[in-house]
C-alpha cells in the first residue's frame, strides 16, 4: 500500500513537499516512482529513486528544481518541489515496482491515490 501525500496550492516560484509512506511490502526491494497526470495530458513519469542505492532519476522538466530523497526508517519518500511552475499543475502519484526504464507507468506494480498539487502563475 502506498499513501501520498502533502499536495496543495501554491504560487509559482514556490515550493511542496509530497510524501509516499509504503506499508505492506520491504521497502528497501523496491524502486518508488513518482509521476503526474495534469489535465488533459497522460501521465507522465517525474522522478523516481531506487531505494536500494538511493540513486536517483529525473525527467528533464523537473532537473534542478524538484528532488526525491527516502527515509527508510520511515518507509517514505519526498518529493521536494522547488520553484514550482503553472505547468507543474497535476494529480501526483507515488508508485512501487522494478521497472526496467523508469519512467514507464505499467512496469510499477503498486500505486497510490494521488495528491492534487496546482500551481497558480
Known amino acids: 500500500q502506498l499513501q501520498a501525500s502533502g499536495g496543495g496550492s501554491v504560487q509559482a516560484g514556490g515550493s511542496l513537499r509530497l510524501s509516499c509512506v509504503v506499508s505492506?511490502?520491504?521497502?528497501?526491494?523496491?524502486?518508488i516512482g513518482w509521476f503526474r497526470r495534469a489535465p488533459g495530458k497522460e501521465r507522465e513519469g517525474v522522478s523516481c529513486?531506487?531505494?536500494?542505492?538511493?540513486?536517483?532519476y529525473y525527467e528533464n522538466p523537473v532537473k534542478g528544481r524538484f528532488t526525491i530523497s527516502s527515509d527508510n526508517a520511515r518507509n517514505t519518500v519526498y518529493l521536494q518541489m522547488n520553484n514550482l511552475k503553472p505547468e507543474d499543475t497535476a494529480v501526483y502519484y507515488c508508485?512501487?515496482?522494478?521497472?526496467?526504464?523508469?519512467?514507464?507507468?505499467?512496469?510499477?506494480?503498486?500505486w497510490g491515490q494521488g495528491t492534487l498539487v496546482t500551481v497558480s502563475s
Open positions: 508508485a512501487a515496482g522494478f521497472p526496467t526504464v523508469w519512467a514507464v507507468w505499467d512496469e510499477y506494480d503498486y
Open positions: 505492506g511490502f520491504t521497502f528497501d526491494d523496491y524502486a
Open positions: 529513486i531506487n531505494i536500494g542505492d538511493g540513486r536517483p
